[in-house]
């Protein structure tokens, strides 16, 4: 049966990830958590992993009931309360200093900081991951999910599922009730050809990927609706009767006309 098999927020941009039983879905259309924090230069640019591959050096973890963020690197763990502008600001310094960038901590607790500020969560199916993941000699599952980083997993259905929800009379899909509708495919960064724990490139990797997607590309895809094979994940939005509802791992998986 399909089903929602995993739920994971990035609380701030381009740092780890954390997986959650279950997510409300805020006014902004976005899932609560995500993207919540942003880290800005003294330019108003975002600091990311697109910008520095020195993202990968950092482990982090956040506490969703505190709202603290703690961020390890070699023998240092440094903790800092995200949700009071004083630990925002003790934040900013310190990764300033590792960054080597004059940087400040944003908060939107709205919508969050997400790429595609008129959309919403992003999704792809487990059978996806680990199709591409056996397309490659030294990528695991686990690592390709953490190189997509999307917010909503579906078990229990096909490879290149959320493909279909995009382009013209596509459908959408529901989640424990909650309508979700494909906007656009999510083209790809640099970001997925690096390994997540050493910011290594994988060689070959967007060569090896533009093949084998084209080659694999479901025959229930619009074509149309994707400008390039360099594309993975569906970028979805919610609609504004829905938000405010909450999906949950565990949640059956419908498609809807």
């Known amino acids: ?56 050096d950092l482990d982090t973890a956040y506490d969703p009931a505190d709202g603290t963020l703690t961020v390890e690197h070699g023998d240092e763990r440094k903790s800092f309360a995200l949700r009071e502008a004083a630990g925002r600001d003790r934040a ?36 996806t991951l680990e199709t591409v993941a056996g397309w490659f000699d030294d990528v695991t599952v686990d690592g390709l999910r953490r190189r997509m980083r999307a917010n909503v997993e579906v078990g229990g259905v096909p490879a290149f ?47 090896r990927f533009l093949e084998r997607r084209e080659e694999t590309f479901p025959e229930w895809a619009d074509r149309d609706a994707f400008d390039h094979f360099y594309t993975l994940m569906l970028i979805a939005r919610v609609p504004e009767a829905d938000r405010g509802e909450t999906l949950a791992v565990g949640d059956p998986v419908s498609v809807v006309e």
């Open 161 to 207: 599922w959320e493909d279909r929800f995009v382009g013209a009379d596509a459908p959408a899909f529901e989640a424990g009730g909650v309508r979700i509708e494909g906007v656009t495919p999510c083209g790809r960064c640099v970001v997925p050809q690096r390994d997540p724990d050493t910011g290594e490139e994988t060689p070959e990797f967007r060569s």
């Open 92 to 127: 900013a310094d310190w990764l300033g200093a590792f960054f080597d960038v004059d940087l400040t901590v944003e908060r939107d607790a709205s919508l969050g900081y997400v790429d595609r500020r008129e959309m919403g969560p992003s999704v792809i199916s487990t059978a």
């Open 1 to 56: 049966m399909a089903h929602v098999e995993r739920l994971t927020v990035y609380p701030v941009k381009a740092l780890d990830g954390t997986d959650c039983e279950s997510a409300s879905i805020r006014p902004g259309g976005t899932l609560a958590h995500d993207r919540e924090f942003a880290l800005f230069d003294d330019a108003g640019e975002v600091v990311n992993g697109k910008r520095t591959a020195r993202v990968h």
